[in-house]
């Protein structure tokens, strides 16, 4: 199973989840969650989430230390699978802005073009084929995106 | 990558798919879709399918040509993301017993009942944590029913 | 273009809304809903309406005079293309209790059950195969209950 | 407990509700959800509605006699939790510019910006992270622009 | 009952459905629904579909052979219908670009202004006066584009 | 503004609170969020949520943790609000049982039978008349289930 994580980043997972459940301060939790955002983000900290610390403190703090220091840093299971997995749920909500970051996420830890428009194919069955449609329109930004960054200038 | 279907049947799909666009008919479609339910369904058909042929034949043809025989059937996405993935969306748009129906199609092509508990973890996020109660609580009648089965009586 | 109401219920509208608008009181549009609810129920009351009255008297109001009486006696569109409309947008939202009373309110006012069941196989597109199938389960329910009260006995 | 209204449109509004039944009619209706927008929106008319009068003139009504004329000038409310909530329903259900709007409200007739903040955080818990998120993003728009408004030029 | 289809492409897709099911091929559906949507768009295809062919091939035939030439071609209910069936379900489930894409193939296939208002009236019941207003704008868009188009240069 | 909080469990969590943040452990947010189901719930733990510990213990950690411990408690909104925005937003979104659960909360801390009506009614203008009838429903149960309670035996 592939991990979502680089192996750094995972051992230094691994040594504070092994601490006792008591030790789990927020610090540590928002720490873990950093670490995670680093990973899905090319190293990079989320900018919406550094934007949201001044005005909503306490959801940029549920967004770090809940979001992706509790739920996606857990291990079991691996990150391409949740990517695709949020992506999935984004996409059949109608959360596109959330379906974007989530599918660039996965592209940077490896998944394929071909996989996310997959799971968008699947889509129409749950949440209609207008859904899909709507998510490959964002989908297609995203890729063209990404084909402008690799371009020689 | 591991299929969502059994050798033969993935055979058989792939004799199907390699025929000429032209002559993928809706009767070639529905038996293609029909290797799928019966992968994903231990050998048997899917009775609420069944049900509806009488009285709503097309719907019928619409979940077996189209949503098992066009989308479940494509070979981009192995059976288990596309498992898992549709768990996230049925979950996330409160269609609970869809979501039973396909949790149980994951168990039975071998995805885990800790990977289907991680799914719902993570659909705190984007649907919130009623949304992933309430889908707990389907996978745990889920999970209770199949332990009943494979009781000895 | 048939008409939603029998020609004496729509003789009856007919005067109450040509009043001057300032004499459009809520007793003259609860009257209005009374005669439009009769007119899609059979010439009766509405059961859920009635409890309503009770502990919440004025939900049962804005449902009998602006629902009903506002809303659904207005004469820009016929009433089986409204009750067709409605009960695609109840399919589409997951609103099932709702759409099998228009469901039903539509077969009293002469729609088929091949036009509601053609409503259900187009809300694959914009809804999903689930939400389709989801609400043929329901109409299927319909569709017996209405049988059995013809069957002699 | 804090009245939505200003004492003398309370005071305008016990009139006109006092009156029988009979005799709410829906000029007098359209003129208490005229009172009721012009409390919430600092003595203006609201644009929107305005707007809506020439092509959509019922749905106008409908707004100002139903929404504005009997929901919200109930007096078993008081105006400030009735804001807070509407805002939570507008950003559980993703209606992001009526959330704005209400917000908007919310802030005339005193309600602080932390309150609004915290509704929004509990929202995470029925509608998850990522609405929270959203809405945090429309909710920082409002305060910029009202403190724009207050900047002396 | 008026028809969606012009009586060219009727008789076009009566001599295609009557052909056995077995000869329903793909390429047959495409064409059905080819003939749809250039009934419904004036003649013209549609951009957004012809856009989604390169990147999103499987979707584009999803939309195009079970989308319109499925479900779009079924002879049992009328295109008026149909078209404001759709638009109250895209209406109620806020997807309003959809709204406004097949409430333009309504007035194409000569439903009236009139008649798509009614519709949005009715939405205030299953969705809410807010998801009415929000639809209402969409309209009053479409109607102001259409009378630019009619405009003498 | 009356607290959610009886004295003592306001206190408790006043120093729990007041601790400094990396002292924040998952225990001591377990802890608060104890208090804050047995203030809300006549001092019993949720059934709902004993039930889920043992197959989805983190689902339960999140509802304990987060949920109360982190959202549900903090101050800045008085208890009787957050329960009535709450409320809506289950009741906007379809999400009865929790609604209802989160209405028997908020009758437990003072709430009035009046005020969670108002709030339903309310609710027919962000999310259609039929929500806030299926909502009305479930809260005529609650307050039918409460008054066999207090009924001498």
């Known amino acids: 199973m592939q991990s979502m994580l680089t192996p750094i980043t995972a051992a230094l997972i691994a040594v504070i989840t092994a601490a006792p459940a008591v030790a789990q301060s927020v610090e540590e939790r928002l720490k873990r969650g950093d670490a ?44 391409r699978t949740r990517q695709l997995a949020a992506v999935a749920a984004f996409a059949a909500t109608g959360q596109l802005p959330f379906m974007k970051v989530h599918a660039g996420y996965a592209l940077n830890i490896g998944v394929s073009e071909e996989e996310l428009k997959e799971v ?30 690799r371009r020689p200038r």
Chains 1, 2, 3, 4, 5, 6 share one sequence.
């Not at 900018?47 to 079991?76: H, K, S």
């Not at 968008?120 to 960054?149: H, K």
């Open 36 to 79: 995670v955002i680093r990973d899905l983000n090319r190293g990079q900290p989320q900018p919406a989430l550094e934007r949201m610390r001044q005005e909503f403190p306490f959801l940029a703090e549920a967004t770090e230390a809940y979001a992706l220091g509790d739920v996606w840093a857990r291990p079991g299971l691996d990150g």
């Open 120 to 149: 968008i194919y699947m889509i129409t069955v749950p949440a209609g084929i207008s859904r899909a449609i709507a998510a490959s329109q964002v989908l297609s930004e995203l890729f063209a995106e990404r084909r402008d960054e």
